[in-house]
């Protein structure tokens, strides 16, 4: 079983950058990938970007290229999302998702495809 638990959320205005982190515990495999989401008022939850533990590959939405980073530390098996240049639009519910025993080839960018879920951290964008 894993567990993860997400900090970082707040409020910031326009512009401006937050960092959110989601620290993983208990048995996690090597071949792990881990990703966030975001689930905005009123919306489905969406795919912000992904990123494996082994191979090192990243994806990221269209909607955040070139302007949030995701990023690893492995010892502490945690995984970041610093999100510069924010926008109103991303305000949101952001959820870290893990999946265990990634392939290449697994499609990162579906929600259905992980295991774990954090508990969701608010970020309130103001303009």
Known sequence: QV??????GGLVQAGE??????A?????????????FRRAPGKAREFV?????????????????DRFTISMHNAKRTVYLQMNSL????????????KQGYERGTILE??????YWGQGSQVTVSS
Do not use: H, N
């Open 87 to 98: 926008k109103p639009e991303d305000t949101a519910v952001y959820f870290c998702a893990g």
């Open 3 to 8: 567990q993860l638990v997400e900090s970082g």
């Open 24 to 36: 993983a515990s208990g048995r996690v495999f090597s071949t792990y990938a881990m990703g966030w």
């Open 17 to 22: 950058s937050l960092k959110l982190s989601c």
């Open 110 to 115: 579906r929600k259905e495809t992980y295991e």
């Open 49 to 65: 970007a992904a990123i494996t533990w082994s191979a090192g590959d990243i994806y990221y939405a269209d909607s955040v290229k």
